[in-house]
């Protein structure tokens, strides 16, 4: 069976999707803008300055702690298109953020009817009435343009956090707790109350309780340590510490194991004709450990938990791995065959 060594690189890809807030180890983040600050932001998860980032210009509206831990931004007026928030999360505001001079640009104003056309009153049930719903309301409401119950609307469920008036006009809502997934809010023009919101009976759920752990397994490992469970798991678990070491925020990483069980050792041996099974030419048996090395394929599931100031990441991962001593007699155990299955990837309040 063949198997090739991918785990600096893997553990190098998953790193590069948690944003660094860059503040000192230990420190409490706080958020660095305020509600009235006119800023630059990127729309999406990538920095300011990078190739797939969406700069967008607004102002904060609000900035939410506790479990939601983001800002709410009034984006600058757009000639043609409607007023609409956008929410980013705290944690990428050093890279994901900048201030602007000065207040945002005034609102448009539509031109003034011509002589001898009357503007045409506004419909009921338009833009001009008041919200019927207000803060802590449970709602369901359509997370797009159709009204609940057309073919196309998305019903989704939530508890009302703001009711914004003047330019914004809109309800920004926290939506119910859905497992294994982190928590959102979703704004939505108050025009659309009418077919795209009803009152739900009740409070929203309660969010689940994860469980993450804090503690790392039993170590460390030395060069005159055996194959065993423990051995493994705590070389596992380095290596988790490693991929997060260039985060200046990271606090501890903590981690527990689900599943561990090992398979039948095998010897790194030099292939039958030097060929793998799909003909391709590679002498050794596992390109990664030195010929001659025993070799212990294991199948792992784990929580990792990596712990920062105010929120916390948790994965839940699913992989094989093939663990043997290297060429300086050190225990490694990289990603073997199969892919890797993330079951649980959530951004936590603390």
């Known amino acids: 069976m063949t198997r090739r060594v991918c785990c600096t690189s893997l553990r190098l890809l998953v790193a590069l999707g948690v944003l660094s807030t860059s503040v000192a180890f230990g420190q409490q983040v706080q958020p660095k803008y305020k509600v009235g600050d006119h800023v630059e932001f990127s729309a999406n998860g990538a920095c300011l300055g990078e190739q797939y980032a969406i700069p967008t210009n607004g ?53 003034a009817p011509a002589p001898g056309n009357p503007p045409v009153p506004a419909q009921p049930g338009g ?61 939505r023009p108050i025009y659309t109350q009418d077919c795209g919101f009803r009152l739900l009976a009740g ?22 340590d055996g194959p065993s469970q423990q051995v493994f798991e705590r070389v596992i678990y380095d290596d988790a510490v490693e991929a997060e070491a260039t985060h200046a925020d990271v606090q501890k990483v903590g981690m527990s194991f689900q599943i561990f069980q090992m398979g039948q050792p095998y010897t790194n041996q030099i292939t039958q004709g030097g060929l793998r099974a799909d003909a391709s030419l590679h002498l050794l048996m596992h390109d990664g450990a030195p010929q001659g090395a025993t070799i212990y394929p294991v199948k792992v599931r784990y929580t990792e938990c990596i712990q920062r100031p105010t929120w ?33 990837q959530l951004d936590l309040p603390n």
């Not at 309800?171 to 497992?179: A, L, S």
């Open 59 to 111: 102002t904060i509206i609000q900035v939410n702690l506790g479990y939601t831990m983001n800002y709410v931004m009034q984006v600058d007026p757009e000639p043609g298109r409607s007023p609409r928030t956008v929410s980013r999360p705290i944690y990428t505001q050093d890279c994901g953020f900048r201030p602007l001079a000065g207040p945002a640009p005034a609102a448009t104003t539509p031109p």
């Open 203 to 224: 409070p929203a759920p309660a969010a689940p309780k994860y469980t993450c752990p804090a503690d790392p397994p039993a170590g460390p490992v030395s060069k005159t």
């Open 312 to 344: 916390k990441r948790l994965w839940v991962i699913e992989q094989n791995r093939d663990c043997f001593k290297n060429k300086l007699g050190d225990w490694a155990c990289p990603v073997g065959t199969g892919a890797t299955k993330f079951l649980t």
């Open 127 to 187: 833009p001009t009435n008041g919200p019927k719903y207000k803060v802590g309301d449970h709602v369901e409401f359509s997370a797009n343009g159709a009204c609940l119950g057309d073919q196309f609307a998305i019903p989704t469920k939530g508890t009302i956090i703001q009711v914004n008036l003047g330019n914004t006009m809109n309800y920004v809502m926290q939506v119910d707790p859905e497992p294994n997934k982190s928590p959102k809010t979703i704004s």
